[in-house]
């Protein structure tokens, strides 16, 4: 239970998914279309357990030592699991096959190493790209000059399924101006189908987090990925 606001995490969460309701159907959206990714970083297994009995139904963790343990946890659910968190490569063989969808596939060289481990394991690895919206120098992610063009050289990855994007826009002082951004991934997602590559999907836009997720379910998000307004501020 929050002591400032009285609302405890499923409020929260029903809450939340309520304004993903609201903004899709702004947008003329289907609001099945749109799935909330709850950030699970730091957060004990007890309340992921409450956000679950409001209707979390995917988890998305940051580090690949800190997930085993709630994945183990929860293994009787129907829980997905998505790595949310910048991928080290040579973290990947822990990470293959264990969640449903990578988020954070930032670079070719990535993308290669997933494809083997995925191989070694006889298996077909489901992926995001990601991109760096607001070409920051301090983000990883492809930039989105050049990005369709980069798609097509790794489509042939047997073992990887590029599934669509993900993008954290820089920090803004209000949640609209990260709209331009929102926007900007749509178009690129567009970009790719437009090519007809073959074995690449751009079904999932990965976008919009605590602070402006309205706006990015709005503009097209079908994964949008929240922390701290369901579980409260953390650390670590």
């Not at 191989?119 to 000059?145: H, I, M, Y």
Request: aromatic share 4%.
């Amino acid at each position: 239970m929050d002591m400032i606001t009285g609302e405890s995490i499923a409020d929260r969460v029903r809450g939340i998914l309520s304004n993903i309701r609201t903004a899709a159907e702004k947008s003329g959206r289907d609001s099945h279309c749109v799935r909330l990714v709850a950030a699970t970083k730091t957060v004990p297994v007890e309340h992921i357990r409450e956000g679950m009995d409001a209707g979390l139904s995917v988890l998305g963790e940051n580090r690949v030592q800190e997930a085993l343990p709630k994945i183990e946890a929860l293994a009787q659910t129907q829980v997905q699991w998505h790595f949310i968190g910048q991928l080290q490569r040579r973290k990947v063989r822990s990470i293959v096959g264990l969640f449903d969808l990578i988020h954070s596939v930032d670079s070719v060289e990535l993308a290669h190493e997933i494809n083997r481990r995925a191989g070694e394991v006889g298996l077909a690895q489901d992926v995001l790209l990601e991109v760096n919206v607001g070409r920051e120098s301090t983000k990883a992610g492809f930039r989105p000059d050049g990005l369709v063009q980069l798609v097509a050289t790794m489509a042939p990855l047997t073992y990887l399924r590029i599934k669509g994007l993900m993008a954290i826009p820089p920090p803004t002082a209000e949640a609209e101006s990260a709209r331009p951004y929102f926007i900007q991934v749509r178009n690129l997602a567009q970009a790719v189908v437009a090519e007809r590559i073959p074995g690449v999907r751009m079904d999932e836009l990965s976008m919009g987090m605590s602070n402006d997720y309205a706006i990015a379910v709005e503009e097209g998000a079908t994964l949008v990925r929240i922390g701290s307004a369901i579980f409260g501020a953390r650390h670590g």
